[in-house]
């Protein structure tokens, strides 16, 4: 079975700081896709970028980029000039690349952008 | 503004009562998700849709039915609930079930008394 871990149970940054956000996964899996999601306040759950595993290459999505390591099995989220409305709660998942698969979700690391 | 409409955003009800969740997305995508959240914690997926079929229930409590009338729509019927059922109720949808991101709602905020 996959697990995803997220060593992080709280962050905090300063506006206009960057920060980064870990998470570690386990699969026997040679492909998957593995995403970002946030979660503010407001409870939507927002999809903030994706990686294939297949892909050599990082993902980037504006200010937000991540650092995929395939055998370390490691896909951190890095928040660049980082804003309020950055505050939420931010979720590591993984998904198998295969049919009727659901996703699993690390537990969460909950940021706070400080003024 | 979200593009799978849940409704309603809030919800009470006693451990007697029946009522609906719903869930509606028009992007075409022929995949439905029920996830149930408590707080602090990660999504927990109940029920999976696919092509309007059921294809994953996770071992769901029979007090929670789900039912997707068309390939839009996805309804959770709630029966004699328990308070600890109480939680945010996620309605998620993606094009397929696998490789695809899935697109969540904004829930629903469910406290049974």
């Known amino acids: 079975a996959q697990t995803v871990t997220q060593s992080q149970p709280e962050m905090s940054v300063q506006e206009a700081e960057t920060v980064t956000l870990s998470c570690t996964y386990d699969t026997s899996e040679s492909n998957y896709y593995l995403f970002w999601y946030k979660q503010p306040p407001s409870r939507q759950m927002i999809l903030v970028i994706r990686?294939?595993?297949?892909?050599?290459q990082n993902a980037t999505e504006n200010r937000f980029s991540v650092n995929f390591q395939k055998a370390a099995k490691s896909f951190s989220l890095k928040i660049s000039d980082s804003q309020l409305g950055d505050t939420a709660m931010y979720f590591c998942a993984f998904m198998k690349d295969s049919g009727n698969t659901p996703l699993v979700f690390g537990k969460g690391t909950r940021l706070s952008v400080i003024a | 503004d979200t593009e799978v409409t849940q409704t309603p955003k809030h919800l009470v009800m006693g451990m007697t009562n029946k009522k609906s969740l719903k869930c509606e997305q028009h992007m075409g995508h022929r995949a439905m998700y029920w996830y149930k959240q408590k707080a602090k914690k990660p999504p927990e997926l109940m029920f999976v849709y696919s092509y309007e079929k059921l294809s994953i229930n996770e071992s769901v409590p029979s007090r929670f039915s789900p039912e997707c009338p068309n390939s839009s729509l996805l309804n959770l019927h709630l029966h004699a609930l328990q308070p600890e059922d109480s939680a945010l109720y996620l309605c998620?949808?993606?094009?397929?079930?696998?490789?695809?991101?899935?697109?969540f709602g904004d829930g629903t905020r469910l406290s049974i008394l």
């Open positions: 990686q294939e595993a297949y892909k050599q």
């Open positions: 998620a949808s993606s094009q397929e079930t696998y490789n695809q991101p899935q697109h």
